[in-house]
C-alpha cells in the first residue's frame, strides 16, 4: 500500500502575534506540501489580513470539521479549520484577552482531532501566557494543556536545533526549586523518554548525555554538596541497568560542544537555562520545541508571539517551517 502523507493540524496561536504571518510564510514552500497534509487550525479572516503583512497571494480556503478526510490539499491554498473566535479588527500586537481565548481553543480542537486521528501531528504557532491568563486559561504554557487534555502526568520539553537535541529533567521553576526538584527518578524517567523519543524515530540505540548540576559536574565533591551522586547518579544507573544507553553526570560546560560535534545524539539538562542557552546559541529561528511523553506528537517554535513586530512581515518563518519537518518525521506512519 503506498504511504499517505501525514496531516499536520497547525495552530494559529495568538491571533494578535506573529502566528499568522509564520504560517503564511511557510505554506508557500511547496516544500511543505510535499512532506504532508497542512490544516490550519484557527480564524481564516486573520490568515486573510495577514496575506498583506506578508505580501502573499496564497488563497485561504475555509473547511468544516466534517470535511476533514475528504480534502484534496493543493500547493497554493492555505486550508483552515475556521473556528471563527476573534474579531476582523483585532488589534496587532497587544494582550488580548480575546485572542488567548482563541488561542487555548484552537488547540483544544487540535488535540481532540489528534485523538480523533483525524490529523497525525499537532504543529504549534506561539501564544501569549499573559493573554492566556486574560481569556480565563490558568496555565504557564501549551505544554501544561496538551498535558491536561490528555491526561498525561509523566512528560519533558525537548529542544531540537542542528546537531543538537536537548531534553530538560526541570523547566520553567526558578534555580533554586529546580534543584530541589531534581531526583533520581524523575532524571531516570527522563533518561527513557529520550530513549523512547529518538527510537521512535528511528535512531537505534540512542546516545544520551546527561548533564550534572554542578560545574564540572561536581568533581567528586569539590563542588556542591552532593547533589550529583544523590540526585543524577542513581537514575543513570537504572537507565543503564535497563539497557539504555545513558552516559553520566557529565560538565555540561564541554557536553553540548561535544554533542554538536556527533558524541552523543541528545543531551539531558538538569534546568531551564542549562538546555535552552546551548540551543539558542545556535539560532533561534533553527531551535523546534517538543514536547515528548504525550499520547499524541506535538512540536512548536522555539519563539514567542513577538508583538514588537507583529504584522511588519518581517518576522523569519524558519522555526516554524523546521517544527513542521520535524512534526511529519515523529508522526506515526499510516497506510
Do not use: W
Amino acid at each position: 500500500m503506498n504511504q499517505k502523507k501525514p496531516v499536520i493540524g497547525i495552530t494559529m496561536g495568538d491571533g494578535a502575534g506573529v502566528g499568522p504571518e509564520i504560517i503564511l510564510k511557510s505554506l508557500k514552500n511547496r516544500e511543505i506540501y510535499d512532506l504532508c497534509d497542512p490544516l490550519v487550525i484557527g480564524d481564516s479572516k486573520i490568515l486573510d489580513r495577514a496575506k498583506s503583512y506578508v505580501n502573499s497571494d496564497l488563497k485561504v480556503q475555509t473547511v468544516t470539521e466534517d470535511q476533514l478526510g475528504q480534502i484534496a490539499y493543493e500547493f497554493g491554498t492555505v486550508y483552515c479549520l475556521d473556528l471563527d473566535l476573534l474579531s476582523a479588527d483585532l488589534p496587532l500586537g497587544q494582550v488580548s484577552a480575546e485572542a488567548g481565548h482563541a488561542a487555548f481553543e484552537y488547540l483544544a480542537k487540535a488535540i481532540d482531532l489528534a485523538k480523533k486521528q483525524q490529523i497525525d501531528a499537532i504543529c504549534t504557532a506561539p501564544l501569549n501566557k499573559e493573554a492566556l491568563h486574560k481569556g480565563g486559561h490558568q496555565y504557564p504554557g501549551h505544554t501544561e494543556i496538551l498535558a491536561d487534555l490528555t491526561d498525561t502526568s509523566e512528560f519533558s520539553m525537548m529542544l531540537s536545533a542542528p546537531n543538537l537535541k536537548v531534553i530538560h529533567v526541570t523547566t520553567h521553576v526558578g534555580l533554586i526549586d529546580a534543584v530541589k526538584m531534581i531526583n533520581p527518578e524523575r532524571v531516570y524517567r527522563v533518561i527513557q523518554l529520550a530513549h523512547e523519543t529518538l527510537t521512535k524515530s528511528g535512531i537505534e540505540n540512542p546516545r544520551i548525555a546527561v548533564c550534572g548540576i554542578n560545574p564540572h559536574a561536581g568533581e567528586n565533591g569539590l563542588f556542591g554538596y552532593g547533589e550529583e551522586e544523590e540526585k543524577v547518579v542513581p537514575g543513570v544507573k537504572k537507565a543503564q541497568e535497563e539497557g539504555i544507553n545513558a552516559v553520566g553526570p557529565l560538565p555540561a560546560d564541554t557536553l553540548f560542544f561535544r554533542t554538536v560535534r556527533g558524541d552523543f545524539d541528545i543531551v539531558v539538562a538538569m534546568y531551564h537555562d542549562q538546555g535552552h542557552g546551548p540551543v539558542k546559541v545556535l539560532g533561534l529561528d533553527a531551535g523546534v520545541n517538543i514536547t515528548v511523553g504525550l499520547p499524541i506528537i506535538r512540536t512548536s517554535v522555539d519563539h514567542g508571539t513577538a508583538f514588537d513586530i507583529a504584522g511588519k512581515g518581517i518576522v523569519e518563518e524558519k522555526s516554524m517551517m523546521e517544527a513542521i519537518r520535524q512534526a511529519v518525521e515523529l508522526a506515526p506512519k499510516r497506510k
